[in-house]
Nanobody, 128 residues
Framework: QVQLVESGGGLVEAGGSLTLSCKISKRIGVYSVGWFRQAPGKERELAAAITWSAWSTAAPYYIESVKGRFTISRANAENMVYLQMNMLKPEDTAVYYC???????????????????WGQGTQVTVSS
C-alpha cells in the first residue's frame, strides 16, 4: 500500500507564493506523480505532473493556466514531490491532491483514473 501525505496549503494573497509537498511512503523512482486540484462546484483537474525517472530526466507537464507560474519537482531520495506555486491567482483556489501511479506515460498524465494512490488533499485559498 502506498500512502501520500500533502502539506503546505494555506491562505495567501493574489500574487503570493506557496509550496506544496507530497510525502510518498515508497520509493518513488518508478512512479509518475501528479498534482490535481478541485475547486468548489468544478471537476477535478490536473495542474501539474511529472513522469517517473528510472532512466531518464523526469518530464514535467503543466496545464496552460499554470505554465510559467507553477513548478513541479521530485526528490527521489527523500520520496518527495513538490509543487512550487508563484504569482497565485484567486482562480487557483482549490483543494490540491497529490496522486501517484507506477508507469503512467506522458500522454496519460491528465487522466485521473490512471492514478491508483491519492493523498487526502490540502486547501489552497488565494484572496483577491
Amino acid at each position: 500500500q502506498v500512502q501520500l501525505v500533502e502539506s503546505g496549503g494555506g491562505l495567501v494573497e493574489a500574487g503570493g507564493s506557496l509550496t506544496l509537498s507530497c510525502k510518498i511512503s515508497k520509493r518513488i523512482g518508478v512512479y509518475s506523480v501528479g498534482w490535481f486540484r478541485q475547486a468548489p462546484g468544478k471537476e477535478r483537474e490536473l495542474a501539474a505532473a511529472i513522469t517517473w525517472s528510472a532512466w531518464s530526466t523526469a518530464a514535467p507537464y503543466y496545464i496552460e493556466s499554470v505554465k510559467g507560474r507553477f513548478t513541479i519537482s521530485r526528490a527521489n531520495a527523500e520520496n518527495m514531490v513538490y509543487l512550487q506555486m508563484n504569482m497565485l491567482k484567486p482562480e487557483d483556489t482549490a483543494v490540491y491532491y497529490c496522486a501517484a501511479q507506477r508507469g503512467v506515460v506522458y500522454s496519460s498524465l491528465t487522466d485521473a483514473s490512471q492514478y491508483g494512490y491519492w493523498g487526502q488533499g490540502t486547501q489552497v485559498t488565494v484572496s483577491s
